[in-house]
């Protein structure tokens, strides 16, 4: 067998002096050759809307309460809530959302940096008489091994690994954002049936009272027919109304049990595990809101900010294709033992080593890089359009709310009058009816007033409740940006 002689250290460093030279000036030559795939003339992106568009001044009392649903006084709704926010399923999507953006951000850091390897490699082969290999090795069986450590890295010379790794950061940042969000959403929706479902117990306790009524009032009618003060008209009238009054519970029974269900669901339970639930409208306290729109109401919603952190996101996306134009230099060095037979595997001449820079550089590609980086551009004026978007719906759901809740405010006053005198007009029917001085069409006129009434009185009280839990979730229920932290 031919030997072979093993080259001194100084040699080695020749070899590498050399070998950095021509690197150098490959480099040299691929910045001077770089023009040859252009990424055509500047793009400019949409613009950003501003607060100043918007109307939003620069208050900033537009925040809404940490955990904003216990304002209501309500220890069973924020027991709801706390429940929902842990064991609702389309949360915990939202959650592992959050956890994939996180993890793949930090892969994309960790690859950014130097790394190293350590590879172990043992063989035993039979090698062919009739191949390459030369006696003595051919046609015997030998054991080979190599114990090898790999360095490599890649020098961020045009800001590529920075923008690949700002651009996942934003993308994690909008997950976190978007869990926030979700998470807002999910106590709004719980709230805000919590207060439907008040509402409905409120219309069947107004149906309960006017079943009751109804039957005295049969009970009376039966009487005066009986003397003869009325006739089978006003009898069969009084008969009539029992059993619509009746009708009208039933299906306020129905929806009692489907909004029971609903909540149940909500909050990760079986469909019928609250049918005891029985909320009362008197029993929650109007939350106190602001009287104007800040701009501070951007930062404080975490759908917006999510959205602006696809725009930062897709801005690096851009500065990553347009890296693409330019060099892609890598730098790899090993070291290590390589030996045929394992008994001389950690001998002094079994060691090698090298280094291995390369250089890519686009030169003529055919237009692909720049249809990426066109694609990319579209993304980011995409992501601005997302944002304009969710910025404008969320001035315009945080006023719609703020304006209802003003003017819940001036119906609620009205109402309270209409109602006390319907009360007092029904009170007089009646007792000119019970000293037959009226017919019974005038109470049942006033009675239908009074129930109207008293009606409107529970609707408009789950109506202002309901509007203040939106305005609320508007503000951005109660959350603070800490995204970038």
């Not at 501003?50 to 537009?62: H, I, K, R, S, V």
């Not at 609707?459 to 309901?466: F, H, N, S, T």
Request: glycine share 6%; net charge neutral; with cysteine.
């Amino acid at each position: 067998m031919t030997s072979t002689t093993i080259p001194s250290l100084p040699s080695v460093r020749s070899a590498l002096a050399a070998h950095f030279a021509v690197s150098a000036l490959a480099l040299a030559a691929a910045i001077l050759l770089v023009g040859c795939a252009s990424p055509g003339a500047p793009h400019t992106p949409l613009a950003q809307t501003t607060p100043a568009a918007l109307g939003l001044n620069n208050a900033t009392d537009t925040a809404a309460p940490s955990q904003w649903w216990t304002t209501l006084g309500d220890a069973e709704l924020n027991a709801l809530v706390d429940q929902a926010l842990k064991g609702n399923p389309s949360l915990a999507v939202s959650r592992a959302r959050l956890e994939q953006a996180v993890a793949l951000s930090q892969v994309r850091q960790a690859a950014n940096g130097p790394q190293a390897n350590l590879g172990v490699d043992l063989t035993r082969q039979r090698y062919s008489a009739n191949g390459l290999v030369p006696a003595p090795v051919a046609g015997n069986t030998y054991n080979s091994g190599t114990v090898q450590a790999t360095l490599s890295w890649s020098p961020d010379f045009f800001g590529q690994h920075a923008a690949e790794l700002q651009a996942a950061l934003g993308q994690a940042r909008a997950a976190q954002a978007d869990a926030a969000a979700a998470a807002n959403t999910l106590a709004a929706q719980v709230s805000r049936s919590y207060v439907a479902l008040a509402r409905l117990v409120g219309q069947r306790d107004v149906a309960a009272r006017a079943l009751a009524q109804r039957e005295e009032q049969q009970r009376l009618t039966q009487e005066r027919t009986a003397a003869g003060l009325d006739s089978q008209v006003e009898l069969t009238q009084a008969q009539a109304a029992v059993p619509d009054a009746r009708t009208q519970i039933e299906a306020l029974d129905e929806q009692v049990t489907l909004a029971r269900r609903q909540i149940a669901v909500l909050t990760g339970q079986a469909p019928d595990a609250l049918t005891a639930l029985t909320p009362q409208l008197a029993r929650l306290q109007p939350t106190a809101v602001p009287e104007v729109l800040g701009a501070d109401l951007l930062g404080r919603r975490p759908d917006v900010v999510a959205a602006r952190w696809r725009v930062e996101a897709a801005t690096q996306g851009v500065k990553v294709a347009r890296t693409e134009f330019y060099p892609n230099i890598n730098i790899a060095a090993f070291i290590g033992l390589n030996s045929l037979g394992l008994d001389n595997l950690f001998n002094a001449g079994s060691r090698q080593m090298g280094v291995t820079p390369a250089l890519r550089l686009p030169i003529f590609d055919g237009g692909r890089l720049r249809a990426q980086l066109g694609g990319r551009q579209a993304e980011l004026d995409a992501a601005i359009a997302q944002y304009n978007s969710a910025v404008l719906d969320a001035v315009k759901e945080a006023g719609d709310a703020m304006a209802s809740v003003q003017s819940l405010t001036r119906q609620q006053a009205l109402q309270d009058d209409a109602a006390a005198s319907a009360e007092k007009a029904y009170r007089f029917a009646q007792e000119r009816y019970r000293a037959g001085l009226g017919n019974y069409l005038v109470v049942l006129s006033t009675e239908n007033q009074v129930l109207a009434q008293r009606r409107l009185a529970v609707d408009l009280r789950a109506r202002q409740l309901d509007t203040r839990l939106q305005l609320m979730k508007a503000l951005g229920g109660g959350w603070t940006d800490d995204t970038a932290v």
